[in-house]
């Protein structure tokens, strides 16, 4: 079935959402398949496709480009395509631009933004071209500079309150659902319950209404570090090495291709062929 802003709405206080991010085609088609309620073309792809360091230096065009692949390969799922830094911290001009060239070369359904209070105004005024919107608080990888690094936030009172207070304001400026992100449980715990609008936690405990995880991270196909949230639920880069691994050394004995890989030709065909050309 296919999932909306609406079945985001719905299933706040019954049941619990998940999203993984996708960047590709088969990737997306895979997640799709296995009935993800929706699929996240991160900023993210700066790091686990680009091998930067972090997300700055993804531009409009990269996530334009990722999400038309993702786009492609799904069915069912809801398409969020996350807005690059500097693609709306310019201007509200600039905001709305590029959150209508996700949806109109993209083929995403809705965007997503980091921070809070800053960008009400960018957020109201996406929700107003009609464009769903998704808000992103607590650890802003886009602000790492100014955060000192890839930290817990809410720990102390004065952010924590921020944090509440950014949810309430984000949900008013229109907003359908907030990810939050290496939050403390119990803290966002308050805002899953302050606000109406779906809550999707990463690195912030069980009491949201759903949760987000990186796919790289997840299936272990990323080694350069490893977010204490992260569970792993399958070792896929081990198995992927062993295929390789595998078919080097099948190829270098000769082992492949056998005959069900080949194609056939006719026999007579081929003799006459040798005779020419000998
Ligand atoms: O870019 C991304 O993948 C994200 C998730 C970590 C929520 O924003």
Known sequence: ?????????????????SMLT??????????????????????????VIQ?????LSVTIED???????????VKNALVIADMPFMSYQTSVYDAVSNAGKLIKEGGAVAVKLEGGIEFLEEIKTIVRASIPVAGHIGLTPQSINA???????????????KLIEEAKKIEQAGAFCIVVECVPEELTKIITETVNIP???IGAGKYVDGQVLVYQDMLGMFSDFTPKFVKRYANTGNIIK??????????SEGSFPSKEHTFKIDKELIERLKIENN
């Open 1 to 17: 079935m296919k999932k909306t802003v609406s079945t985001f709405l719905e299933a706040k206080g019954k049941r619990k959402l």
């Open 22 to 47: 996708a960047y590709d085609y088969s990737m997306a088609k895979l997640i799709d398949e296995a009935g993800i309620d929706s699929i996240l073309v991160g900023d993210s792809l700066g790091m």
């Open 51 to 55: 091998g930067q360091e972090n997300t």
């Open 63 to 73: 996530m334009i480009y990722h999400t038309k692949l993702v786009s492609r390969g």
């Open 147 to 161: 955060l000192g690094g890839f930290k817990a936030q809410g720990k102390n009172e004065k952010v924590a309150r």
């Open 199 to 201: 809550i999707i936690g």
């Open 242 to 251: 062993e295929a390789i691994e595998t078919y080097i050394k099948e190829t």
